[in-house]
């Protein structure tokens, strides 16, 4: 019945120059100065930087000044920031890397239960292989609780890895007082801070966190490029071996018209951040109260004020979240269910479970993420379309239709 509906209505389908993008905490479109950026080392500059020739120094020169910015967006020094291929290589290489530098010391290590996968399935392999995992609970709006930390510390707790801020919920966790915790404790830090960098303003020394993993693509630089910051004088094994680059501890030949680009990039979400995050806010609250208001029997997700500038998350009982993505990609809107690792399987998303929802209502879940290019006009046209295509799919629901009749209770 679904796919007859959603077939028929296929010549709504837009352009893709006209769609509505509402999924930014999957990936962002490249901004013109970022490939504007790039382009010379796609072409002309195309030398290697451990060469010693002029391509060679041009090539090295344009990766120190790429260093230099992008270690100045979160207040840290040059020779702590270290280029990675993504996000998840540097959740790998902060985690892995401190748990077989640090294993004779101890096997323990802290996380949180809403993590990226980039994260949980890193840990998951080192249970596998000798180490022991706490995964501290969320409270209903996503956050850790700091008690718990406290009492989940051992004497052989090597690392606390806990995210910034959660990509599907925007839950932001208090990462300055985990930071205070973990140095009281002497345990090393991580902070997988991908969905953070750009929405909340991020100053690695006043927060005091050990190490710090970002993604270019998160915020409008290229795919294919993340940074992990470690913080001078960290014991870190490698995580790639081969040649001397990154000062020897990340080996590869130096993606650097990608890195250019992610400097670009991190400059500029990092530059006007507090006029950006005032803007966004503003957008995200109209769809957020618009939804309240429009919707019934809808909850948001995550926490009110804690949250990500940029992400919406709602559940709608009686409803499914594919039906409701199919539909709102008819109207030409690009949203997600929740985490993109999550779609096309079955399972609710963990971090909905770990906020207490029941399945049920878990998989009626809706993530819109507003970005840089996100207009009043596109959250207007996404409050006018959403209604009726929640009121469609649970105008199918016998379950809805019962409560309507007010046979049954909610
Ligand atoms: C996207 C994302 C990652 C992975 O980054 P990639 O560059 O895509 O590998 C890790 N953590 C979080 C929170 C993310 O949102």
Known sequence: MFFEMFFLGTKEVRGMADRIYMDNAATTPIK?????????????????????YAQGRSA????????????????AKANEIYFTSCGSEADNWAIKGAAMGWKDKGRHIISSAIEHHAVLHTLEYLEKNGFEVTYLPVDEFGMIRLDDLKKAIREDTILIT???ANNEIGTIEPIGEIAKIAKENKILFHTDAVQAVGHVKIDVKELGVDMLSISAHKIYGPKGVG???????I????????????????????????IVGFAKALKLATDDIEENIEKLTTLRDMLIDGISERIPFCRLNGHRTQRLCNNVNFSFEFIEGESLLLMLDMKGVSASSGSACTSGSLDPSHVLLSIGLKHEIAHGSLRLSIGDFTTK???EY????LGPIVQRLRDMSPLYEEIERG????
């Open 32 to 52: 013109k100065e970022v490939l504007d950026a790039m382009m010379p080392y796609l072409t002309e500059e195309y030398g290697n930087a451990s060469s010693i």
């Open 60 to 75: 090295k020169s344009a990766l120190d000044k790429a260093r230099e910015t992008a270690a100045t967006a979160i207040g």
């Open 162 to 164: 806990i995210m910034f």
């Open 227 to 233: 940074a992990l910051y470690v913080r001078n004088g």
């Open 235 to 258: 014991k870190l094994d490698n995580f790639m071996h081969g040649g001397a680059q990154e000062r020897a501890r990340r080996a590869g030949t130096e993606n650097v018209a990608g």
């Open 377 to 379: 006009e596109e959250i």
């Open 382 to 385: 996404v409050l006018d379309v």
């Open 407 to 410: 046979i049954r209770n909610v």
